[in-house]
T-cell receptor, first 112, second 113 residues
Framework: QKEVEQNSGPLSVPEGAIASLNCTYS??????FFWYRQYSGKSPELIMS????GDKEDGRFTAQLNKASQYVSLLIRDSQPSDSATYLC????????????FGSGTRLQVQP | KAGVTQTPRYLIKTRGQQVTLSCSPI?????VSWYQQTPGQGLQFLFE???????NKGNFPGRFSGRQFSNSRSEMNVSTLELGDSALYLC????????????FGPGTRLTVL
């Protein structure tokens, strides 16, 4: 079992729709959770971080965390073609340390 | 604030050689982590430095090493290069707070021939 699992996609959604990206993790002791966006040929860009159960909203993005189910999700509202990228879920198992474990990423395609 | 910078951006080496990559973190950030990204293995953690000390290490052979200087700049070294070391090497910068947000540099693309 992989430590952080994501559906590789591609996830295809029409412009203006809600894109829902999911991630599960295996270590119950995981402390912090992140979503990165990576365009082809570029480095990952941090778009959301979440540390406690519930929802966290930032603009068109909402991260959801359910530690009991070991599940993290990212919702992108009003999806735009510029949102087309690979979305990486990352988990930090250690408080105070910066050793992220990444999922393999979900490729999102937003169709104009 | 300027972002994370990495040099060089591209490198071509041959098997058996060694290579040194450099990373300058965001001003004020004292934690620097290194990651390797390949199509087959994805993004994998190499090591983290904080205040010139290696604080955490991933599951990589001893050919991969690093260090951090007093100004928080960091270098990583790979000795006796193998074809499988071809990858994008990413440096991530973080401040000393407990929330662990890491910001990546543009990466160094290493090709081993």
């Amino acid at each position: 079992q992989k430590e952080v699992e994501q559906n590789s996609g591609p996830l295809s959604v029409p412009e203006g729709a809600i894109a829902s990206l999911n991630c599960t993790y295996s270590d119950r002791g995981s402390q912090s959770f992140f979503w990165y966006r990576q365009y082809s040929g570029k480095s990952p860009e941090l778009i959301m971080s979440i540390y406690s159960n519930g929802d966290k909203e930032d603009g068109r993005f909402t991260a959801q965390l359910n530690k009991a189910s070991q599940y993290v999700s990212l919702l992108i509202r009003d999806s735009q073609p510029s949102d087309s990228a690979t979305y990486l879920c990352a988990v930090n198992r250690y408080t105070g340390r910066r050793a992220l474990t990444f999922g393999s990423g979900t490729r999102l395609q937003v169709q104009p | 604030k300027a972002g994370v910078t990495q040099t060089p951006r591209y490198l071509i080496k041959t098997r058996g050689q060694q290579v040194t990559l450099s990373c300058s973190p965001i001003s004020g950030h004292r934690s620097v982590s290194w990651y390797q990204q390949t199509p087959g293995q994805g993004l994998q953690f190499l090591f983290e430095y904080f205040s010139e000390t290696q604080r955490n290490k991933g599951n990589f052979p001893g050919r991969f090493s690093g260090r951090q200087f007093s100004n928080s700049r960091s270098e990583m070294n790979v000795s006796t290069l193998e074809l499988g070391d071809s990858a994008l090497y990413l440096c991530a910068s973080s401040d000393a707070g407990s929330y662990n947000e890491q910001f990546f540099g543009p990466g160094t693309r290493l090709t081993v021939l």
